[in-house]
């Protein structure tokens, strides 16, 4: 069992900048791939970021890509998600997750945090 929590969401400006966190416990973090999700009002959840076990590689959809960068440091059970230059567009609940399937589908991740609120104003 892991246990994900998300920080670092708020209100900001069109073309600010915001850190989201994803603090694990329980299980070992490590040894599973984290995915960041998205999903306003109306609309399904969507697949925004994700990097595997041991931080290689990374995904992006291509609405971030340039923008956001996601990374991960194992030795604190803690994954980030930078996103600059944000958009009006963004606002969304975010959603960390971890897991070991397809890192771009959302039936990829067995554990998923309670999300945090991203607000951006134009």
């Known amino acids: 069992q892991v246990q994900l929590v998300e920080s670092g969401g708020g209100l900001v400006q069109a073309g600010g900048s915001l850190r989201l966190s994803c603090a694990a416990s329980?299980?070992?973090?490590?040894?599973?791939?984290m995915g960041w999700f998205r999903q306003a009002p109306g609309k399904e959840r969507e697949f925004v970021a994700a990097?595997?076990?041991?931080?290689?590689?990374?995904y992006y959809a291509d609405s971030v890509k340039g923008r956001f960068t996601i990374s991960r440091d194992n030795a604190k059970n803690t994954g980030y998600l930078q996103m600059n230059s944000l958009k009006p567009e963004d606002t969304a609940v975010h959603y960390c997750?971890?897991?070991?399937?397809?890192?771009?589908?959302?039936?990829?991740?067995?554990?998923w945090g309670q999300g945090t609120q991203v607000t951006v104003s134009s």
């Open positions: 997750a971890a897991g070991g399937g397809n890192l771009l589908a959302t039936k990829g991740y067995n554990y």
């Open positions: 329980g299980r070992t973090f490590s040894i599973y791939a």
């Open positions: 990097i595997t076990w041991s931080g290689g590689i990374t």
